[in-house]
């Protein structure tokens, strides 16, 4: 059994800055355990046709090392897959990361020892390690949603699965079906429907679209490289993580004129970007109806079908209170002669054929059905993890809902760290933004233990229930629960619905988090 000071599991951009900064930085003896046969994360797992990030590339990046900043250029506003993996090997090749990488191992299970005050690690293949410290960059969207409709095994065609796509596939000439129309389908169909012979969509709830209208990233990288780290900053204090206009003057104060040159800005600037125009866009129902129906009278100028268009549209929860998807020509794709739009609001699924797909409307004859249908979000990754500490399994404390402290930790759990957890800002932010921060904060919490021979810290229970509270307090203010959202964890039968992330913003919980834990305020240390 070998022993580690650090443990951390997961090699996407969390678990290999962790572990730049303590092994490097530090001087931590830290092993990094990965599924996975490379780094990269999400993106190594997720290689589906048209996967792309929806944060500009220069936000969606380390900002660690200034060298980094200035030695990689990226090609594209809105960078695809590949350049985002090949980013990943490139900081993993420079920083010689993988050498204290253990790849293609899952782990399986924690166990704490109080009387030794160490973590057993135990993998799939049964080997176990032990160390003082865990640390979970399991990632926020790591474990796919997979629901199963019957007849499934009887589908004689290829069945794929948007988490785990198979490279090199060709779908020329085939007849595909899409199954779901988040982010990652929306991807998938945009990419594919010029290459196959027939397209079909399978959609239960339509998804607000922003364009991206990507570019080159030349001129981009050439306005912040002067002065990267002053960019930095502006996008660390602001509520999303990276920079958008947050404007001051509620959409209902504006005229219908005013309000119109606003949304035509956000809407011609694209991205993440359309909600922050107006403050009170995520609280008042009629302010948000306002920006609602723009995007909706976009989504009409796009797609000729008044039918179609109107299917596309969402009238059933709020803008904003699902993720907005970022779009290269999305709606466009249903003008296309090959494409069909099934609505399973009208005609839901009633089984998987040898052929194709039955319908309460009829039958559908397929070569391909690619699967585009989620992940269990924030708890899915760590809820797999068989998790013990004092008699007890996180799992089963977080039965009705996540409990943490700053999504850093959770009480009754010592000495394992969460990186981007539930109740921080993590999946309402640019991750890289608030890795960073996570990261640099438990390396700063480790630092100070080891200096002053503390062996173990936990949360406090009080200041845990307090962090829960504000949670769904600060939740409840806003329209964000009113939508059945992966934020609320709707997508997994069965999962307790509570909001999950920190929806206070970026810049507001860096203070909250600076402020409250300057004296370690609400942690037990022995």
Excluded at 88 to 99: K, P
Excluded at 198 to 226: C, G, K, M, W
């Amino acid at each position: 059994m070998s022993q580690h000071d650090v443990i951390i599991i997961g090699a996407g951009f969390s678990g290999m800055y962790q572990l730049y900064t303590l092994r490097d930085q530090l001087g931590f003896d830290a092993l990094v355990i990965e599924a996975g046969d490379d780094v990269g994360g999400t993106w190594y797992w997720n290689r589906y046709p048209g996967a792309r990030v929806d944060i500009q590339s220069i936000e969606y990046s380390y900002s660690f090392s200034e060298e980094l900043q200035q030695e990689w250029d990226w090609t594209e506003r809105y960078s695809a897959q590949p350049e985002i993996r090949a980013y990943a090997e490139h900081v993993a090749d420079r920083f010689d990361l993988r050498r204290d990488i253990l790849f293609g191992t899952r782990v399986t299970a924690l166990d704490w020892d109080e009387s030794a005050t160490e973590w057993t690690v135990t993998t799939a293949d049964g080997q176990t390690r032990t160390a003082r410290f865990v640390i979970a960059a399991t990632g926020c969207l790591s474990v796919p949603s997979r629901p199963r409709f019957a007849g499934m095994d009887d589908f004689e065609g290829d069945l794929y699965w948007t988490s785990e796509y198979p490279q090199g596939t060709d779908l020329s000439g085939k007849r595909v079906a899409v199954i779901g129309t988040g982010s990652s389908g929306l991807q998938v169909i945009t990419a594919v429907a010029p290459e196959v012979a027939d397209l079909t969509v399978f959609q239960r709830t339509p998804s607000y679209a922003i364009p991206a209208h990507n570019e080159p990233a030349d001129a981009r990288l050439a306005a912040v490289r002067p002065d990267y780290e002053s960019f930095r900053e502006a996008s660390r204090a602001s509520l999303l993580g990276f920079q958008c206009v947050e404007g001051a003057i509620p959409v209902l104060e504006l005229t219908e004129d005013a309000a119109r040159v606003e949304l035509d800005s956000a809407w011609a600037e694209g991205g993440l970007c359309l909600n922050t125009r107006f403050p009170d866009a995520g609280t008042d129902p009629a302010a948000n109806a306002v920006v609602a129906e723009y995007a909706r009278g976009q989504i009409r100028a796009k797609v000729t079908d008044p039918v179609v268009a109107e299917k596309l549209s969402p009238r059933t929860y709020p803008i904003g209170s699902k993720r907005m998807c970022v779009d290269t020509g999305y709606y466009e794709t249903y003008n296309r002669p090959n494409v069909h739009l099934v609505d399973l609001r009208e005609t839901p699924i009633e089984r998987f054929t040898p052929t194709g797909i039955a319908t309460m409307s009829g039958d559908y004859a397929f070569d391909v059905i690619i699967m585009a249908t989620g992940f269990d979000a924030m708890t899915g990754a760590l809820n797999a993890i068989d998790i013990r500490a004092g008699g007890q399994r996180l799992a089963d404390k977080w039965a009705h809902g996540p409990r943490t402290y700053l999504g850093l930790m959770s009480h009754g759990f010592p000495n394992l760290f969460t990186v981007t957890g539930p109740q921080s800002p993590s999946v309402l932010s640019n991750m890289m933004t608030s890795i960073e921060f996570h990261v640099e904060w438990i390396a700063d919490t480790l630092k100070y233990l080891r200096e002053n021979d503390i062996q173990r810290i936990e949360p406090d229970l009080d200041a845990e229930d307090n962090w829960v509270r504000t949670n769904n307090d600060l939740a409840n203010l806003t329209l964000m629960p009113q939508a059945a959202s992966w934020y609320m964890g709707a997508n997994i039968p069965g999962k307790e619905q509570v909001f999950l992330p920190f929806v206070g913003g970026v810049g507001l919980y860096r203070q909250v988090v600076q402020g409250m834990t300057l004296n370690h305020h609400g942690f037990e240390l022995a």
